[in-house]
T-cell receptor, first 115, second 109 residues
């Protein structure tokens, strides 16, 4: 009955590796997001998808590539991992992008550590 | 200037105190506003939306001042369980959500 789920919860990997984080929501929402929360706890939006279409793409390196196979899933693939990628990555979803429909529900987060 | 600014705190208050947080935003086209709460090592969770006329939910009151571009959150009769980081969120209708850096509250016995 989890609303927004992410896997894995923890990810420890070496620099230079490629890894993916998966996100699924069962709320029937149209919009999904990826956020990065760094060691200083600042939460920054990375990407936003509405009905599988990319609508927000903040300034993130090309090594980060989101993929939305359907409205309920938004995965994040990261190539050539760097030390600075270490952070907690949160997936979120909302009914839509405007007004109160933009209330977002967050997944539990994926804690990525790059060694 | 940051798009959304909050006083980082920390706010340390005794149980039963009233505490207020403010948040200012720079984009006058912002359309919707929220307060989220984030506990340590947990995900942010919606606390309340902020309506133009102001709104209250139990001990929590949110206000919006569009002319001055700020929102506020008032917590009355603070409980130990209110200890958390409170995040102000401002959205445009284009779907962009900007989170403030958060205000940390610690309620002490």
């Amino acid at each position: 009955d989890t609303a927004v789920s992410q896997t894995p919860k923890y990810l420890v990997t070496q620099m230079g590796n490629d890894k993916s984080i998966k996100c699924e929501q069962n709320l029937g929402h149209d919009t999904m997001y990826w956020y990065k929360q760094d060691s200083k706890k600042f939460l920054k939006i990375m990407f936003s998808y509405n009905n599988k279409e990319l609508i927000i793409n903040e300034t993130v390196p090309n090594r980060f590539s989101p993929k939305s196979p359907d409205k309920a899933h938004l995965n994040l693939h990261i190539n050539s991992l760097e030390l600075g990628d270490s952070a907690v990555y949160f997936c979120a979803s909302s009914r839509s992008t405007s007004g109160r429909a933009n209330e977002q529900f967050f997944g539990p987060g994926t804690r990525l550590t790059v060694l | 200037r940051k798009e959304v600014e909050q006083d980082p705190g920390p706010f340390n208050v005794p149980e039963g105190a009233t505490v207020a947080f403010n948040c200012t935003y720079s984009n006058s086209a912002s359309q919707s506003f929220f307060w989220y709460r984030q506990d340590c090592r947990k995900e942010p969770k919606l606390l309340m939306s902020v309506y133009s006329s102001g709104n209250e939910d139990g001990r929590f009151t949110a206000q919006l001042n569009r002319a001055s571009q700020y929102i506020s959150l008032l917590i009355r009769d603070s409980k130990l369980s209110d200890s958390a980081t409170y995040l102000c969120v401002v959205n445009t209708n284009a779907g962009k959500s900007t989170f403030g850096d958060g205000t940390t509250l610690t309620v002490k016995p």
